[in-house]
């Protein structure tokens, strides 16, 4: 039983520990060794504490043979990206000047436990490993030099990486050392290492998934957390464990969240799509390899017809944002706005500035209603190159970091400003590293969105395990 349990899903692995066919401690012991085995060539996890792990495990099946109600992830390790908190263990951010042990969970990690599931540990994020600068924001576009003993790698190719910034999440998912990974997405961060590694990556509408951050109080406008997983039901499971009020985040949404597994293999018959190359404006940014990558996934598309959707090209064009997130310039800061401080929210800001990038995001605001009143959903590229090597990656982000942030996120920061729901799926491979299908939403359309994912996957599914797993 213990090999077959690499490429369980989360649900699947729920069902056994629920019915006493296979136990916790079974489950947690067969991941945290293969995390052994791999992780000095993924280098996927940043922290681990595997005694408190199987004293969790143990904890768990108790609860079962006890007979007690058991959560919708009873007994399942996850892991979750390192600027998330998780009490007792280090926290660690040299480009902020932060270290030490959480003092607490943040409300992802209440929330993943509450479910019943196992914290096993948290993975790398990329640009933490180098020496601290002036970028001192966890979801900035600009990096820190990187530390290429601690980087995560791609596990389709270890000379490649796995994007950036929920990296080690993505590896880890992708080379099965865990089933799932929270990450968190400030222009792309889970939808493009989902992308870039064979996975599925989850950026949930702006609020639906709470956050807080007491030694850091701030609130985040355009960057959320949400689930890396390998297929679109467990991405519906665990976004509908996250999801929902809480009144410690005052841009939390109020109302319940839907009900995202109830409808999620009802079908496609019937649904409206667009398709999109570019948004008008990404092919400026291409490489060599971006034509092939676009007319795969552009296919993969419009074969969704054979499943009764419609599906056509939109005409509709937004403009760029040229940046990787983030304010623009004379806008406020959007990312994080530092509460209780001591300190002003933002900087002094010219008003005609601040007035000219407000009146940029109500005009592309503006296309996706109108476009959103035509078709149910938009697809595109998540990212319209593969995974890059160390070295190009490297070059790119220390000799043009905010260049390179526009040309990385060129197909998913758009959401990230404007607050739309969008999830990266796999959808095949070019030059043999893994492409991506982006679905993107009007807001809180996380419901319809993964019907489609799942009905994608369903129809077109991805066997394949990358050579490091």
Same mark, same amino acid.
């Given at each position: 039983m213990?090999?077959?349990?690499t490429w369980l899903?989360?649900?699947e692995?729920?069902?056994?520990?629920?019915? *006493?066919d =296979?136990?916790? =401690?079974?489950?947690?012991?067969?991941?945290?060794?293969?995390?052994?085995k791999?992780?000095?060539?993924?280098?996927?996890?940043a922290?681990?504490?595997?005694?408190?792990?199987?004293?969790?495990?143990?904890v #768990?099946?108790a609860?079962?043979q006890?007979?007690?109600?058991?959560?919708?992830?009873h007994? =399942?390790p996850v892991?979750?990206?390192?600027?998330?908190?998780?009490a007792?263990l280090p926290? @660690?951010f040299?480009r902020?000047?932060e270290?030490?042990i959480s003092?607490?969970?943040?409300?992802?990690?209440?929330?993943l436990?509450a479910?019943?599931a196992?914290?096993?540990?948290?993975?790398?994020?990329?640009?933490?490993?180098?020496?601290?600068t002036?970028?001192t /924001?966890?979801?900035?576009?600009?990096?820190s030099s990187? /530390?290429?003993?601690?980087?995560?790698?791609n596990?389709?190719d270890?000379?490649?990486v796995?994007g950036?910034?929920s990296?080690g999440?993505? #590896?880890a998912?992708?080379a099965g050392?865990?089933? =799932?990974?929270?990450?968190?997405?400030g222009?792309? @961060?889970t939808?493009l290492?989902?992308a870039?590694?064979?996975?599925?990556g989850?950026?949930?509408?702006? *609020?639906?998934i709470?956050?807080?951050?007491?030694?850091r109080p @701030?609130?985040r406008f355009s960057?959320?957390n949400g689930?890396?997983t390998?297929?679109?039901r467990?991405?519906a499971?665990v976004?509908?464990?996250?999801?929902?009020?809480?009144?410690?985040d005052?841009?939390?949404?109020?109302?319940?969240?839907?009900?995202?597994l109830?409808?999620?293999?009802d079908?496609?018959?019937g649904?409206r799509?667009?398709?999109?190359d570019d948004f *008008?404006?990404?092919?400026?940014?291409a490489s060599?390899e971006?034509?092939?990558?676009?007319?795969l996934?552009?296919?993969?598309?419009?074969r969704l017809?054979?499943?009764?959707?419609t599906?056509a090209?939109?005409?509709?064009t937004?403009e760029p944002? /040229?940046?990787?997130?983030?304010?623009?310039?004379?806008?406020?800061?959007v990312?994080s706005?530092?509460v209780? @401080?001591?300190?002003?929210?933002?900087?002094?800001v010219?008003?005609a500035?601040y007035?000219?990038?407000?009146?940029?995001r109500a005009r /592309?605001?503006? *296309?996706f209603?109108?476009l959103f009143r035509e078709y149910?959903?938009?697809?595109?590229?998540?990212s319209?190159?593969?995974a890059?090597?160390?070295?190009t990656w490297?070059?790119?982000?220390?000799?043009?970091?905010a260049?390179?942030?526009?040309?990385y996120?060129s197909?998913?920061?758009?959401?990230?400003?404007?607050?739309?729901?969008?999830?990266?799926?796999?959808?095949?491979?070019?030059?043999?590293m893994?492409?991506?299908l982006q679905i993107?939403?009007?807001p809180? #359309?996380?419901?319809?969105?993964?019907?489609?994912?799942?009905a994608f996957?369903?129809a077109f599914?991805r066997r394949?395990h990358?050579?490091?797993s």
């Open positions: 213990s090999e077959e349990l899903s989360a649900g692995l729920r069902a056994l520990i629920g019915r *006493g =296979v136990s916790s =401690v079974e489950v947690v012991d067969h991941f945290l060794n293969r995390i052994e791999l992780n000095p060539q993924l280098r996927a996890f922290h681990l504490d595997p005694d408190t792990v199987r004293r969790q495990a143990e #768990a099946d609860a079962r006890r007979g007690e109600a058991l959560g919708p992830l007994g =399942v892991s979750v990206k390192e600027n998330l908190a998780v007792g926290y @660690s040299p902020k000047g270290s030490g003092q607490y969970d943040a409300i992802a990690v209440e929330r436990r479910a019943g196992i914290v096993v540990g948290t993975n790398t994020m990329q640009g933490t490993g180098g020496a601290a002036a970028q /924001n966890p979801e900035a576009a600009l990096m990187y /530390n290429w003993d601690r980087e995560a790698r596990p389709w270890t000379g490649r796995p950036w910034s990296s999440g993505a #590896a998912v992708a050392l865990l089933p =799932v990974a929270i990450g968190s997405d222009g792309g @961060s939808r290492p989902a870039y590694s064979g996975i599925f989850v950026h949930p509408t702006r *609020g639906l709470p956050h807080v951050n007491y030694a @701030s609130l960057a959320t689930p890396l390998r297929s679109a467990d991405a499971l976004t509908q464990v996250l999801a929902g009020p809480d009144g410690r005052y841009i939390c949404i109020t109302d319940e969240p839907g009900d995202y109830a409808a999620l293999t079908g496609i018959a649904m799509l667009a398709w999109t *008008g404006y990404a092919s400026r940014e060599a971006s034509a092939r990558v676009i007319e996934v552009r296919q993969s598309a419009f017809r054979d499943l009764g959707a599906v090209s939109t005409d509709q937004w944002a /040229n940046r990787g997130g983030g304010p623009a310039p004379g806008e406020p800061e990312y706005i530092d209780g @401080s001591g300190k002003a929210p933002a900087i002094p010219d008003p500035e007035k000219h990038a407000a009146e940029w /592309n605001l503006d *296309g209603r109108t149910d959903l938009l697809l595109s590229v998540t319209q190159h593969i890059p090597t160390v070295s490297d070059e790119n982000w220390t000799a043009r970091p260049e390179y942030a526009v040309t996120t197909h998913t920061v758009l959401c990230n400003l404007l607050g739309l729901p969008a999830v990266s799926v796999p959808c095949g491979f070019i030059d043999d893994p492409v991506g993107i939403g009007p809180r #359309a996380e419901a319809q969105i993964f019907r489609l994912a799942s996957q369903q599914p394949e990358p050579p490091m």
